[in-house]
């Protein structure tokens, strides 16, 4: 055998070797996540809420360094495959956010500071709310779509909605139309993951509404692969475990109304063309449209109540695409079947359940929840809201956002449902 012969050997072999032992590391990590950390999935046992260091603790100090190890071993080995943290720029501070009479009149907004009135046991509060989850989750009888798959199985970009704060530990699952502007902005000042002149936001108010709905101000779940390749669930796993998980909830019904006034009584171009015109051509027969939300306006043209609740029945609709976040159900936007969360919260009890929160999260020296707006969208309104949709309607909507009623411990809305 040659020397050339020998030299084509000898390199064939080492990249064999090579591949080799890139595979051995492959599945040792595999293996390593499970049995090391100890992941778990859907309905694992409850855990107490952690303790938290104070706010001026380094961030290095709040959690073991089991983690960063294995943040930092996933970096090395993607090297140039890792998306880059996008650095914010600095933005000028702003004041609480203005807003024009009508949007005021059907947004509700109420800035005045009032105190939260204490609940005689918020802890037994909370203890119940997440009884009711994990006992309707666990319920073989009770069934809905996605109910029974694993957090495996949830695609990628449905893990849009678990906003994460590696500084304290934090996650959250924001649902639109549940105070979910206001608790983006606690997230960004506890996540410092944005700058008003030079600084990290201190005040929530002070961040700009147009940047707190901007996805690029987040840290969420779904941008995992992103930055961390096949290592990404794996990662979610770890902080499941680990951080506080929280949500805030509301009324279904009460929301769906709260989400039409917003997105369909008030001049909304990206609404108008994406949902309205769709709507108002194919259940009020219309067939020319105006090229504008302010033509349109200006018409007398606008989507009814009725029409809004014939899009979400559609089966068509969904066959196009998912529903739009802010009508979409909680329980498709946040997993509470397969993510056991440490606390849920709801609107109806917004000022309690807040104070509560940013108690156990001991970052209540640091921040107050912004003055909540007392939405003008009330349970009461209902009867009203559905007294021009027909039964058969009013019965198949409560269908489709049943789990909702159930796994968050609202009440069928009896009085909607019968003649």
Sequence with gaps: MDTMTKSRLFRLWLVLGSAFMILLIIVYWDNMGTAHF????????????????????????VFTSSLETWESFVREKQGP????????PSLPASSKPVLG???ESVRGYDWSSHAAQQSPDPDGRQAERRSVLREFCANTSFVFPTKERSFDDIPNYELNHLIVDDRHGVIYCYVPKVACTNWKRVM??????LSGQGAPYRDPLDIPREYVHNSSTHLTFNKFWRRYGKFSRHLMKIKLKKYTKFLFVRDPFVRLISAFRSKFELENEEFYQKFAVPMLKRYSNHTS???????????????????FIQYLLDPHTEKLAPFNEHWRQAHRLCHPCQIDYDFVGKLETLDQDAAQLLRLLKVDSLLRFPPSY???????????????????WRQQLYKLYEADFVLFGYPKPENLLRD
């Excluded at 449209?289 to 029409?307: R, W, Y």
């Excluded at 007392?374 to 058969?392: D, H, V």
């Design 374 to 392: 007392r939405n003008r969208t009330a349970s009461s309104w209902e009867e009203g809201w559905f007294a021009k949709i027909p039964l058969a």
């Design 38 to 61: 100890s992941l778990h999935t859907a309905l694992s046992r409850p855990h107490a809420l952690k303790p938290f260091p104070s706010p001026d603790s380094a961030p290095g100090d």
């Design 81 to 88: 495959l890792l998306g880059k943290r996008v650095e914010q």
């Design 289 to 307: 449209l105006p090229a504008s939300v302010s033509e349109a306006f200006s018409a007398g043209l606008k989507v009814s109540f009725a029409n």
């Design 101 to 103: 009479n009508l949007e």
């Design 188 to 193: 960004i000042v506890l996540s410092q993951s």
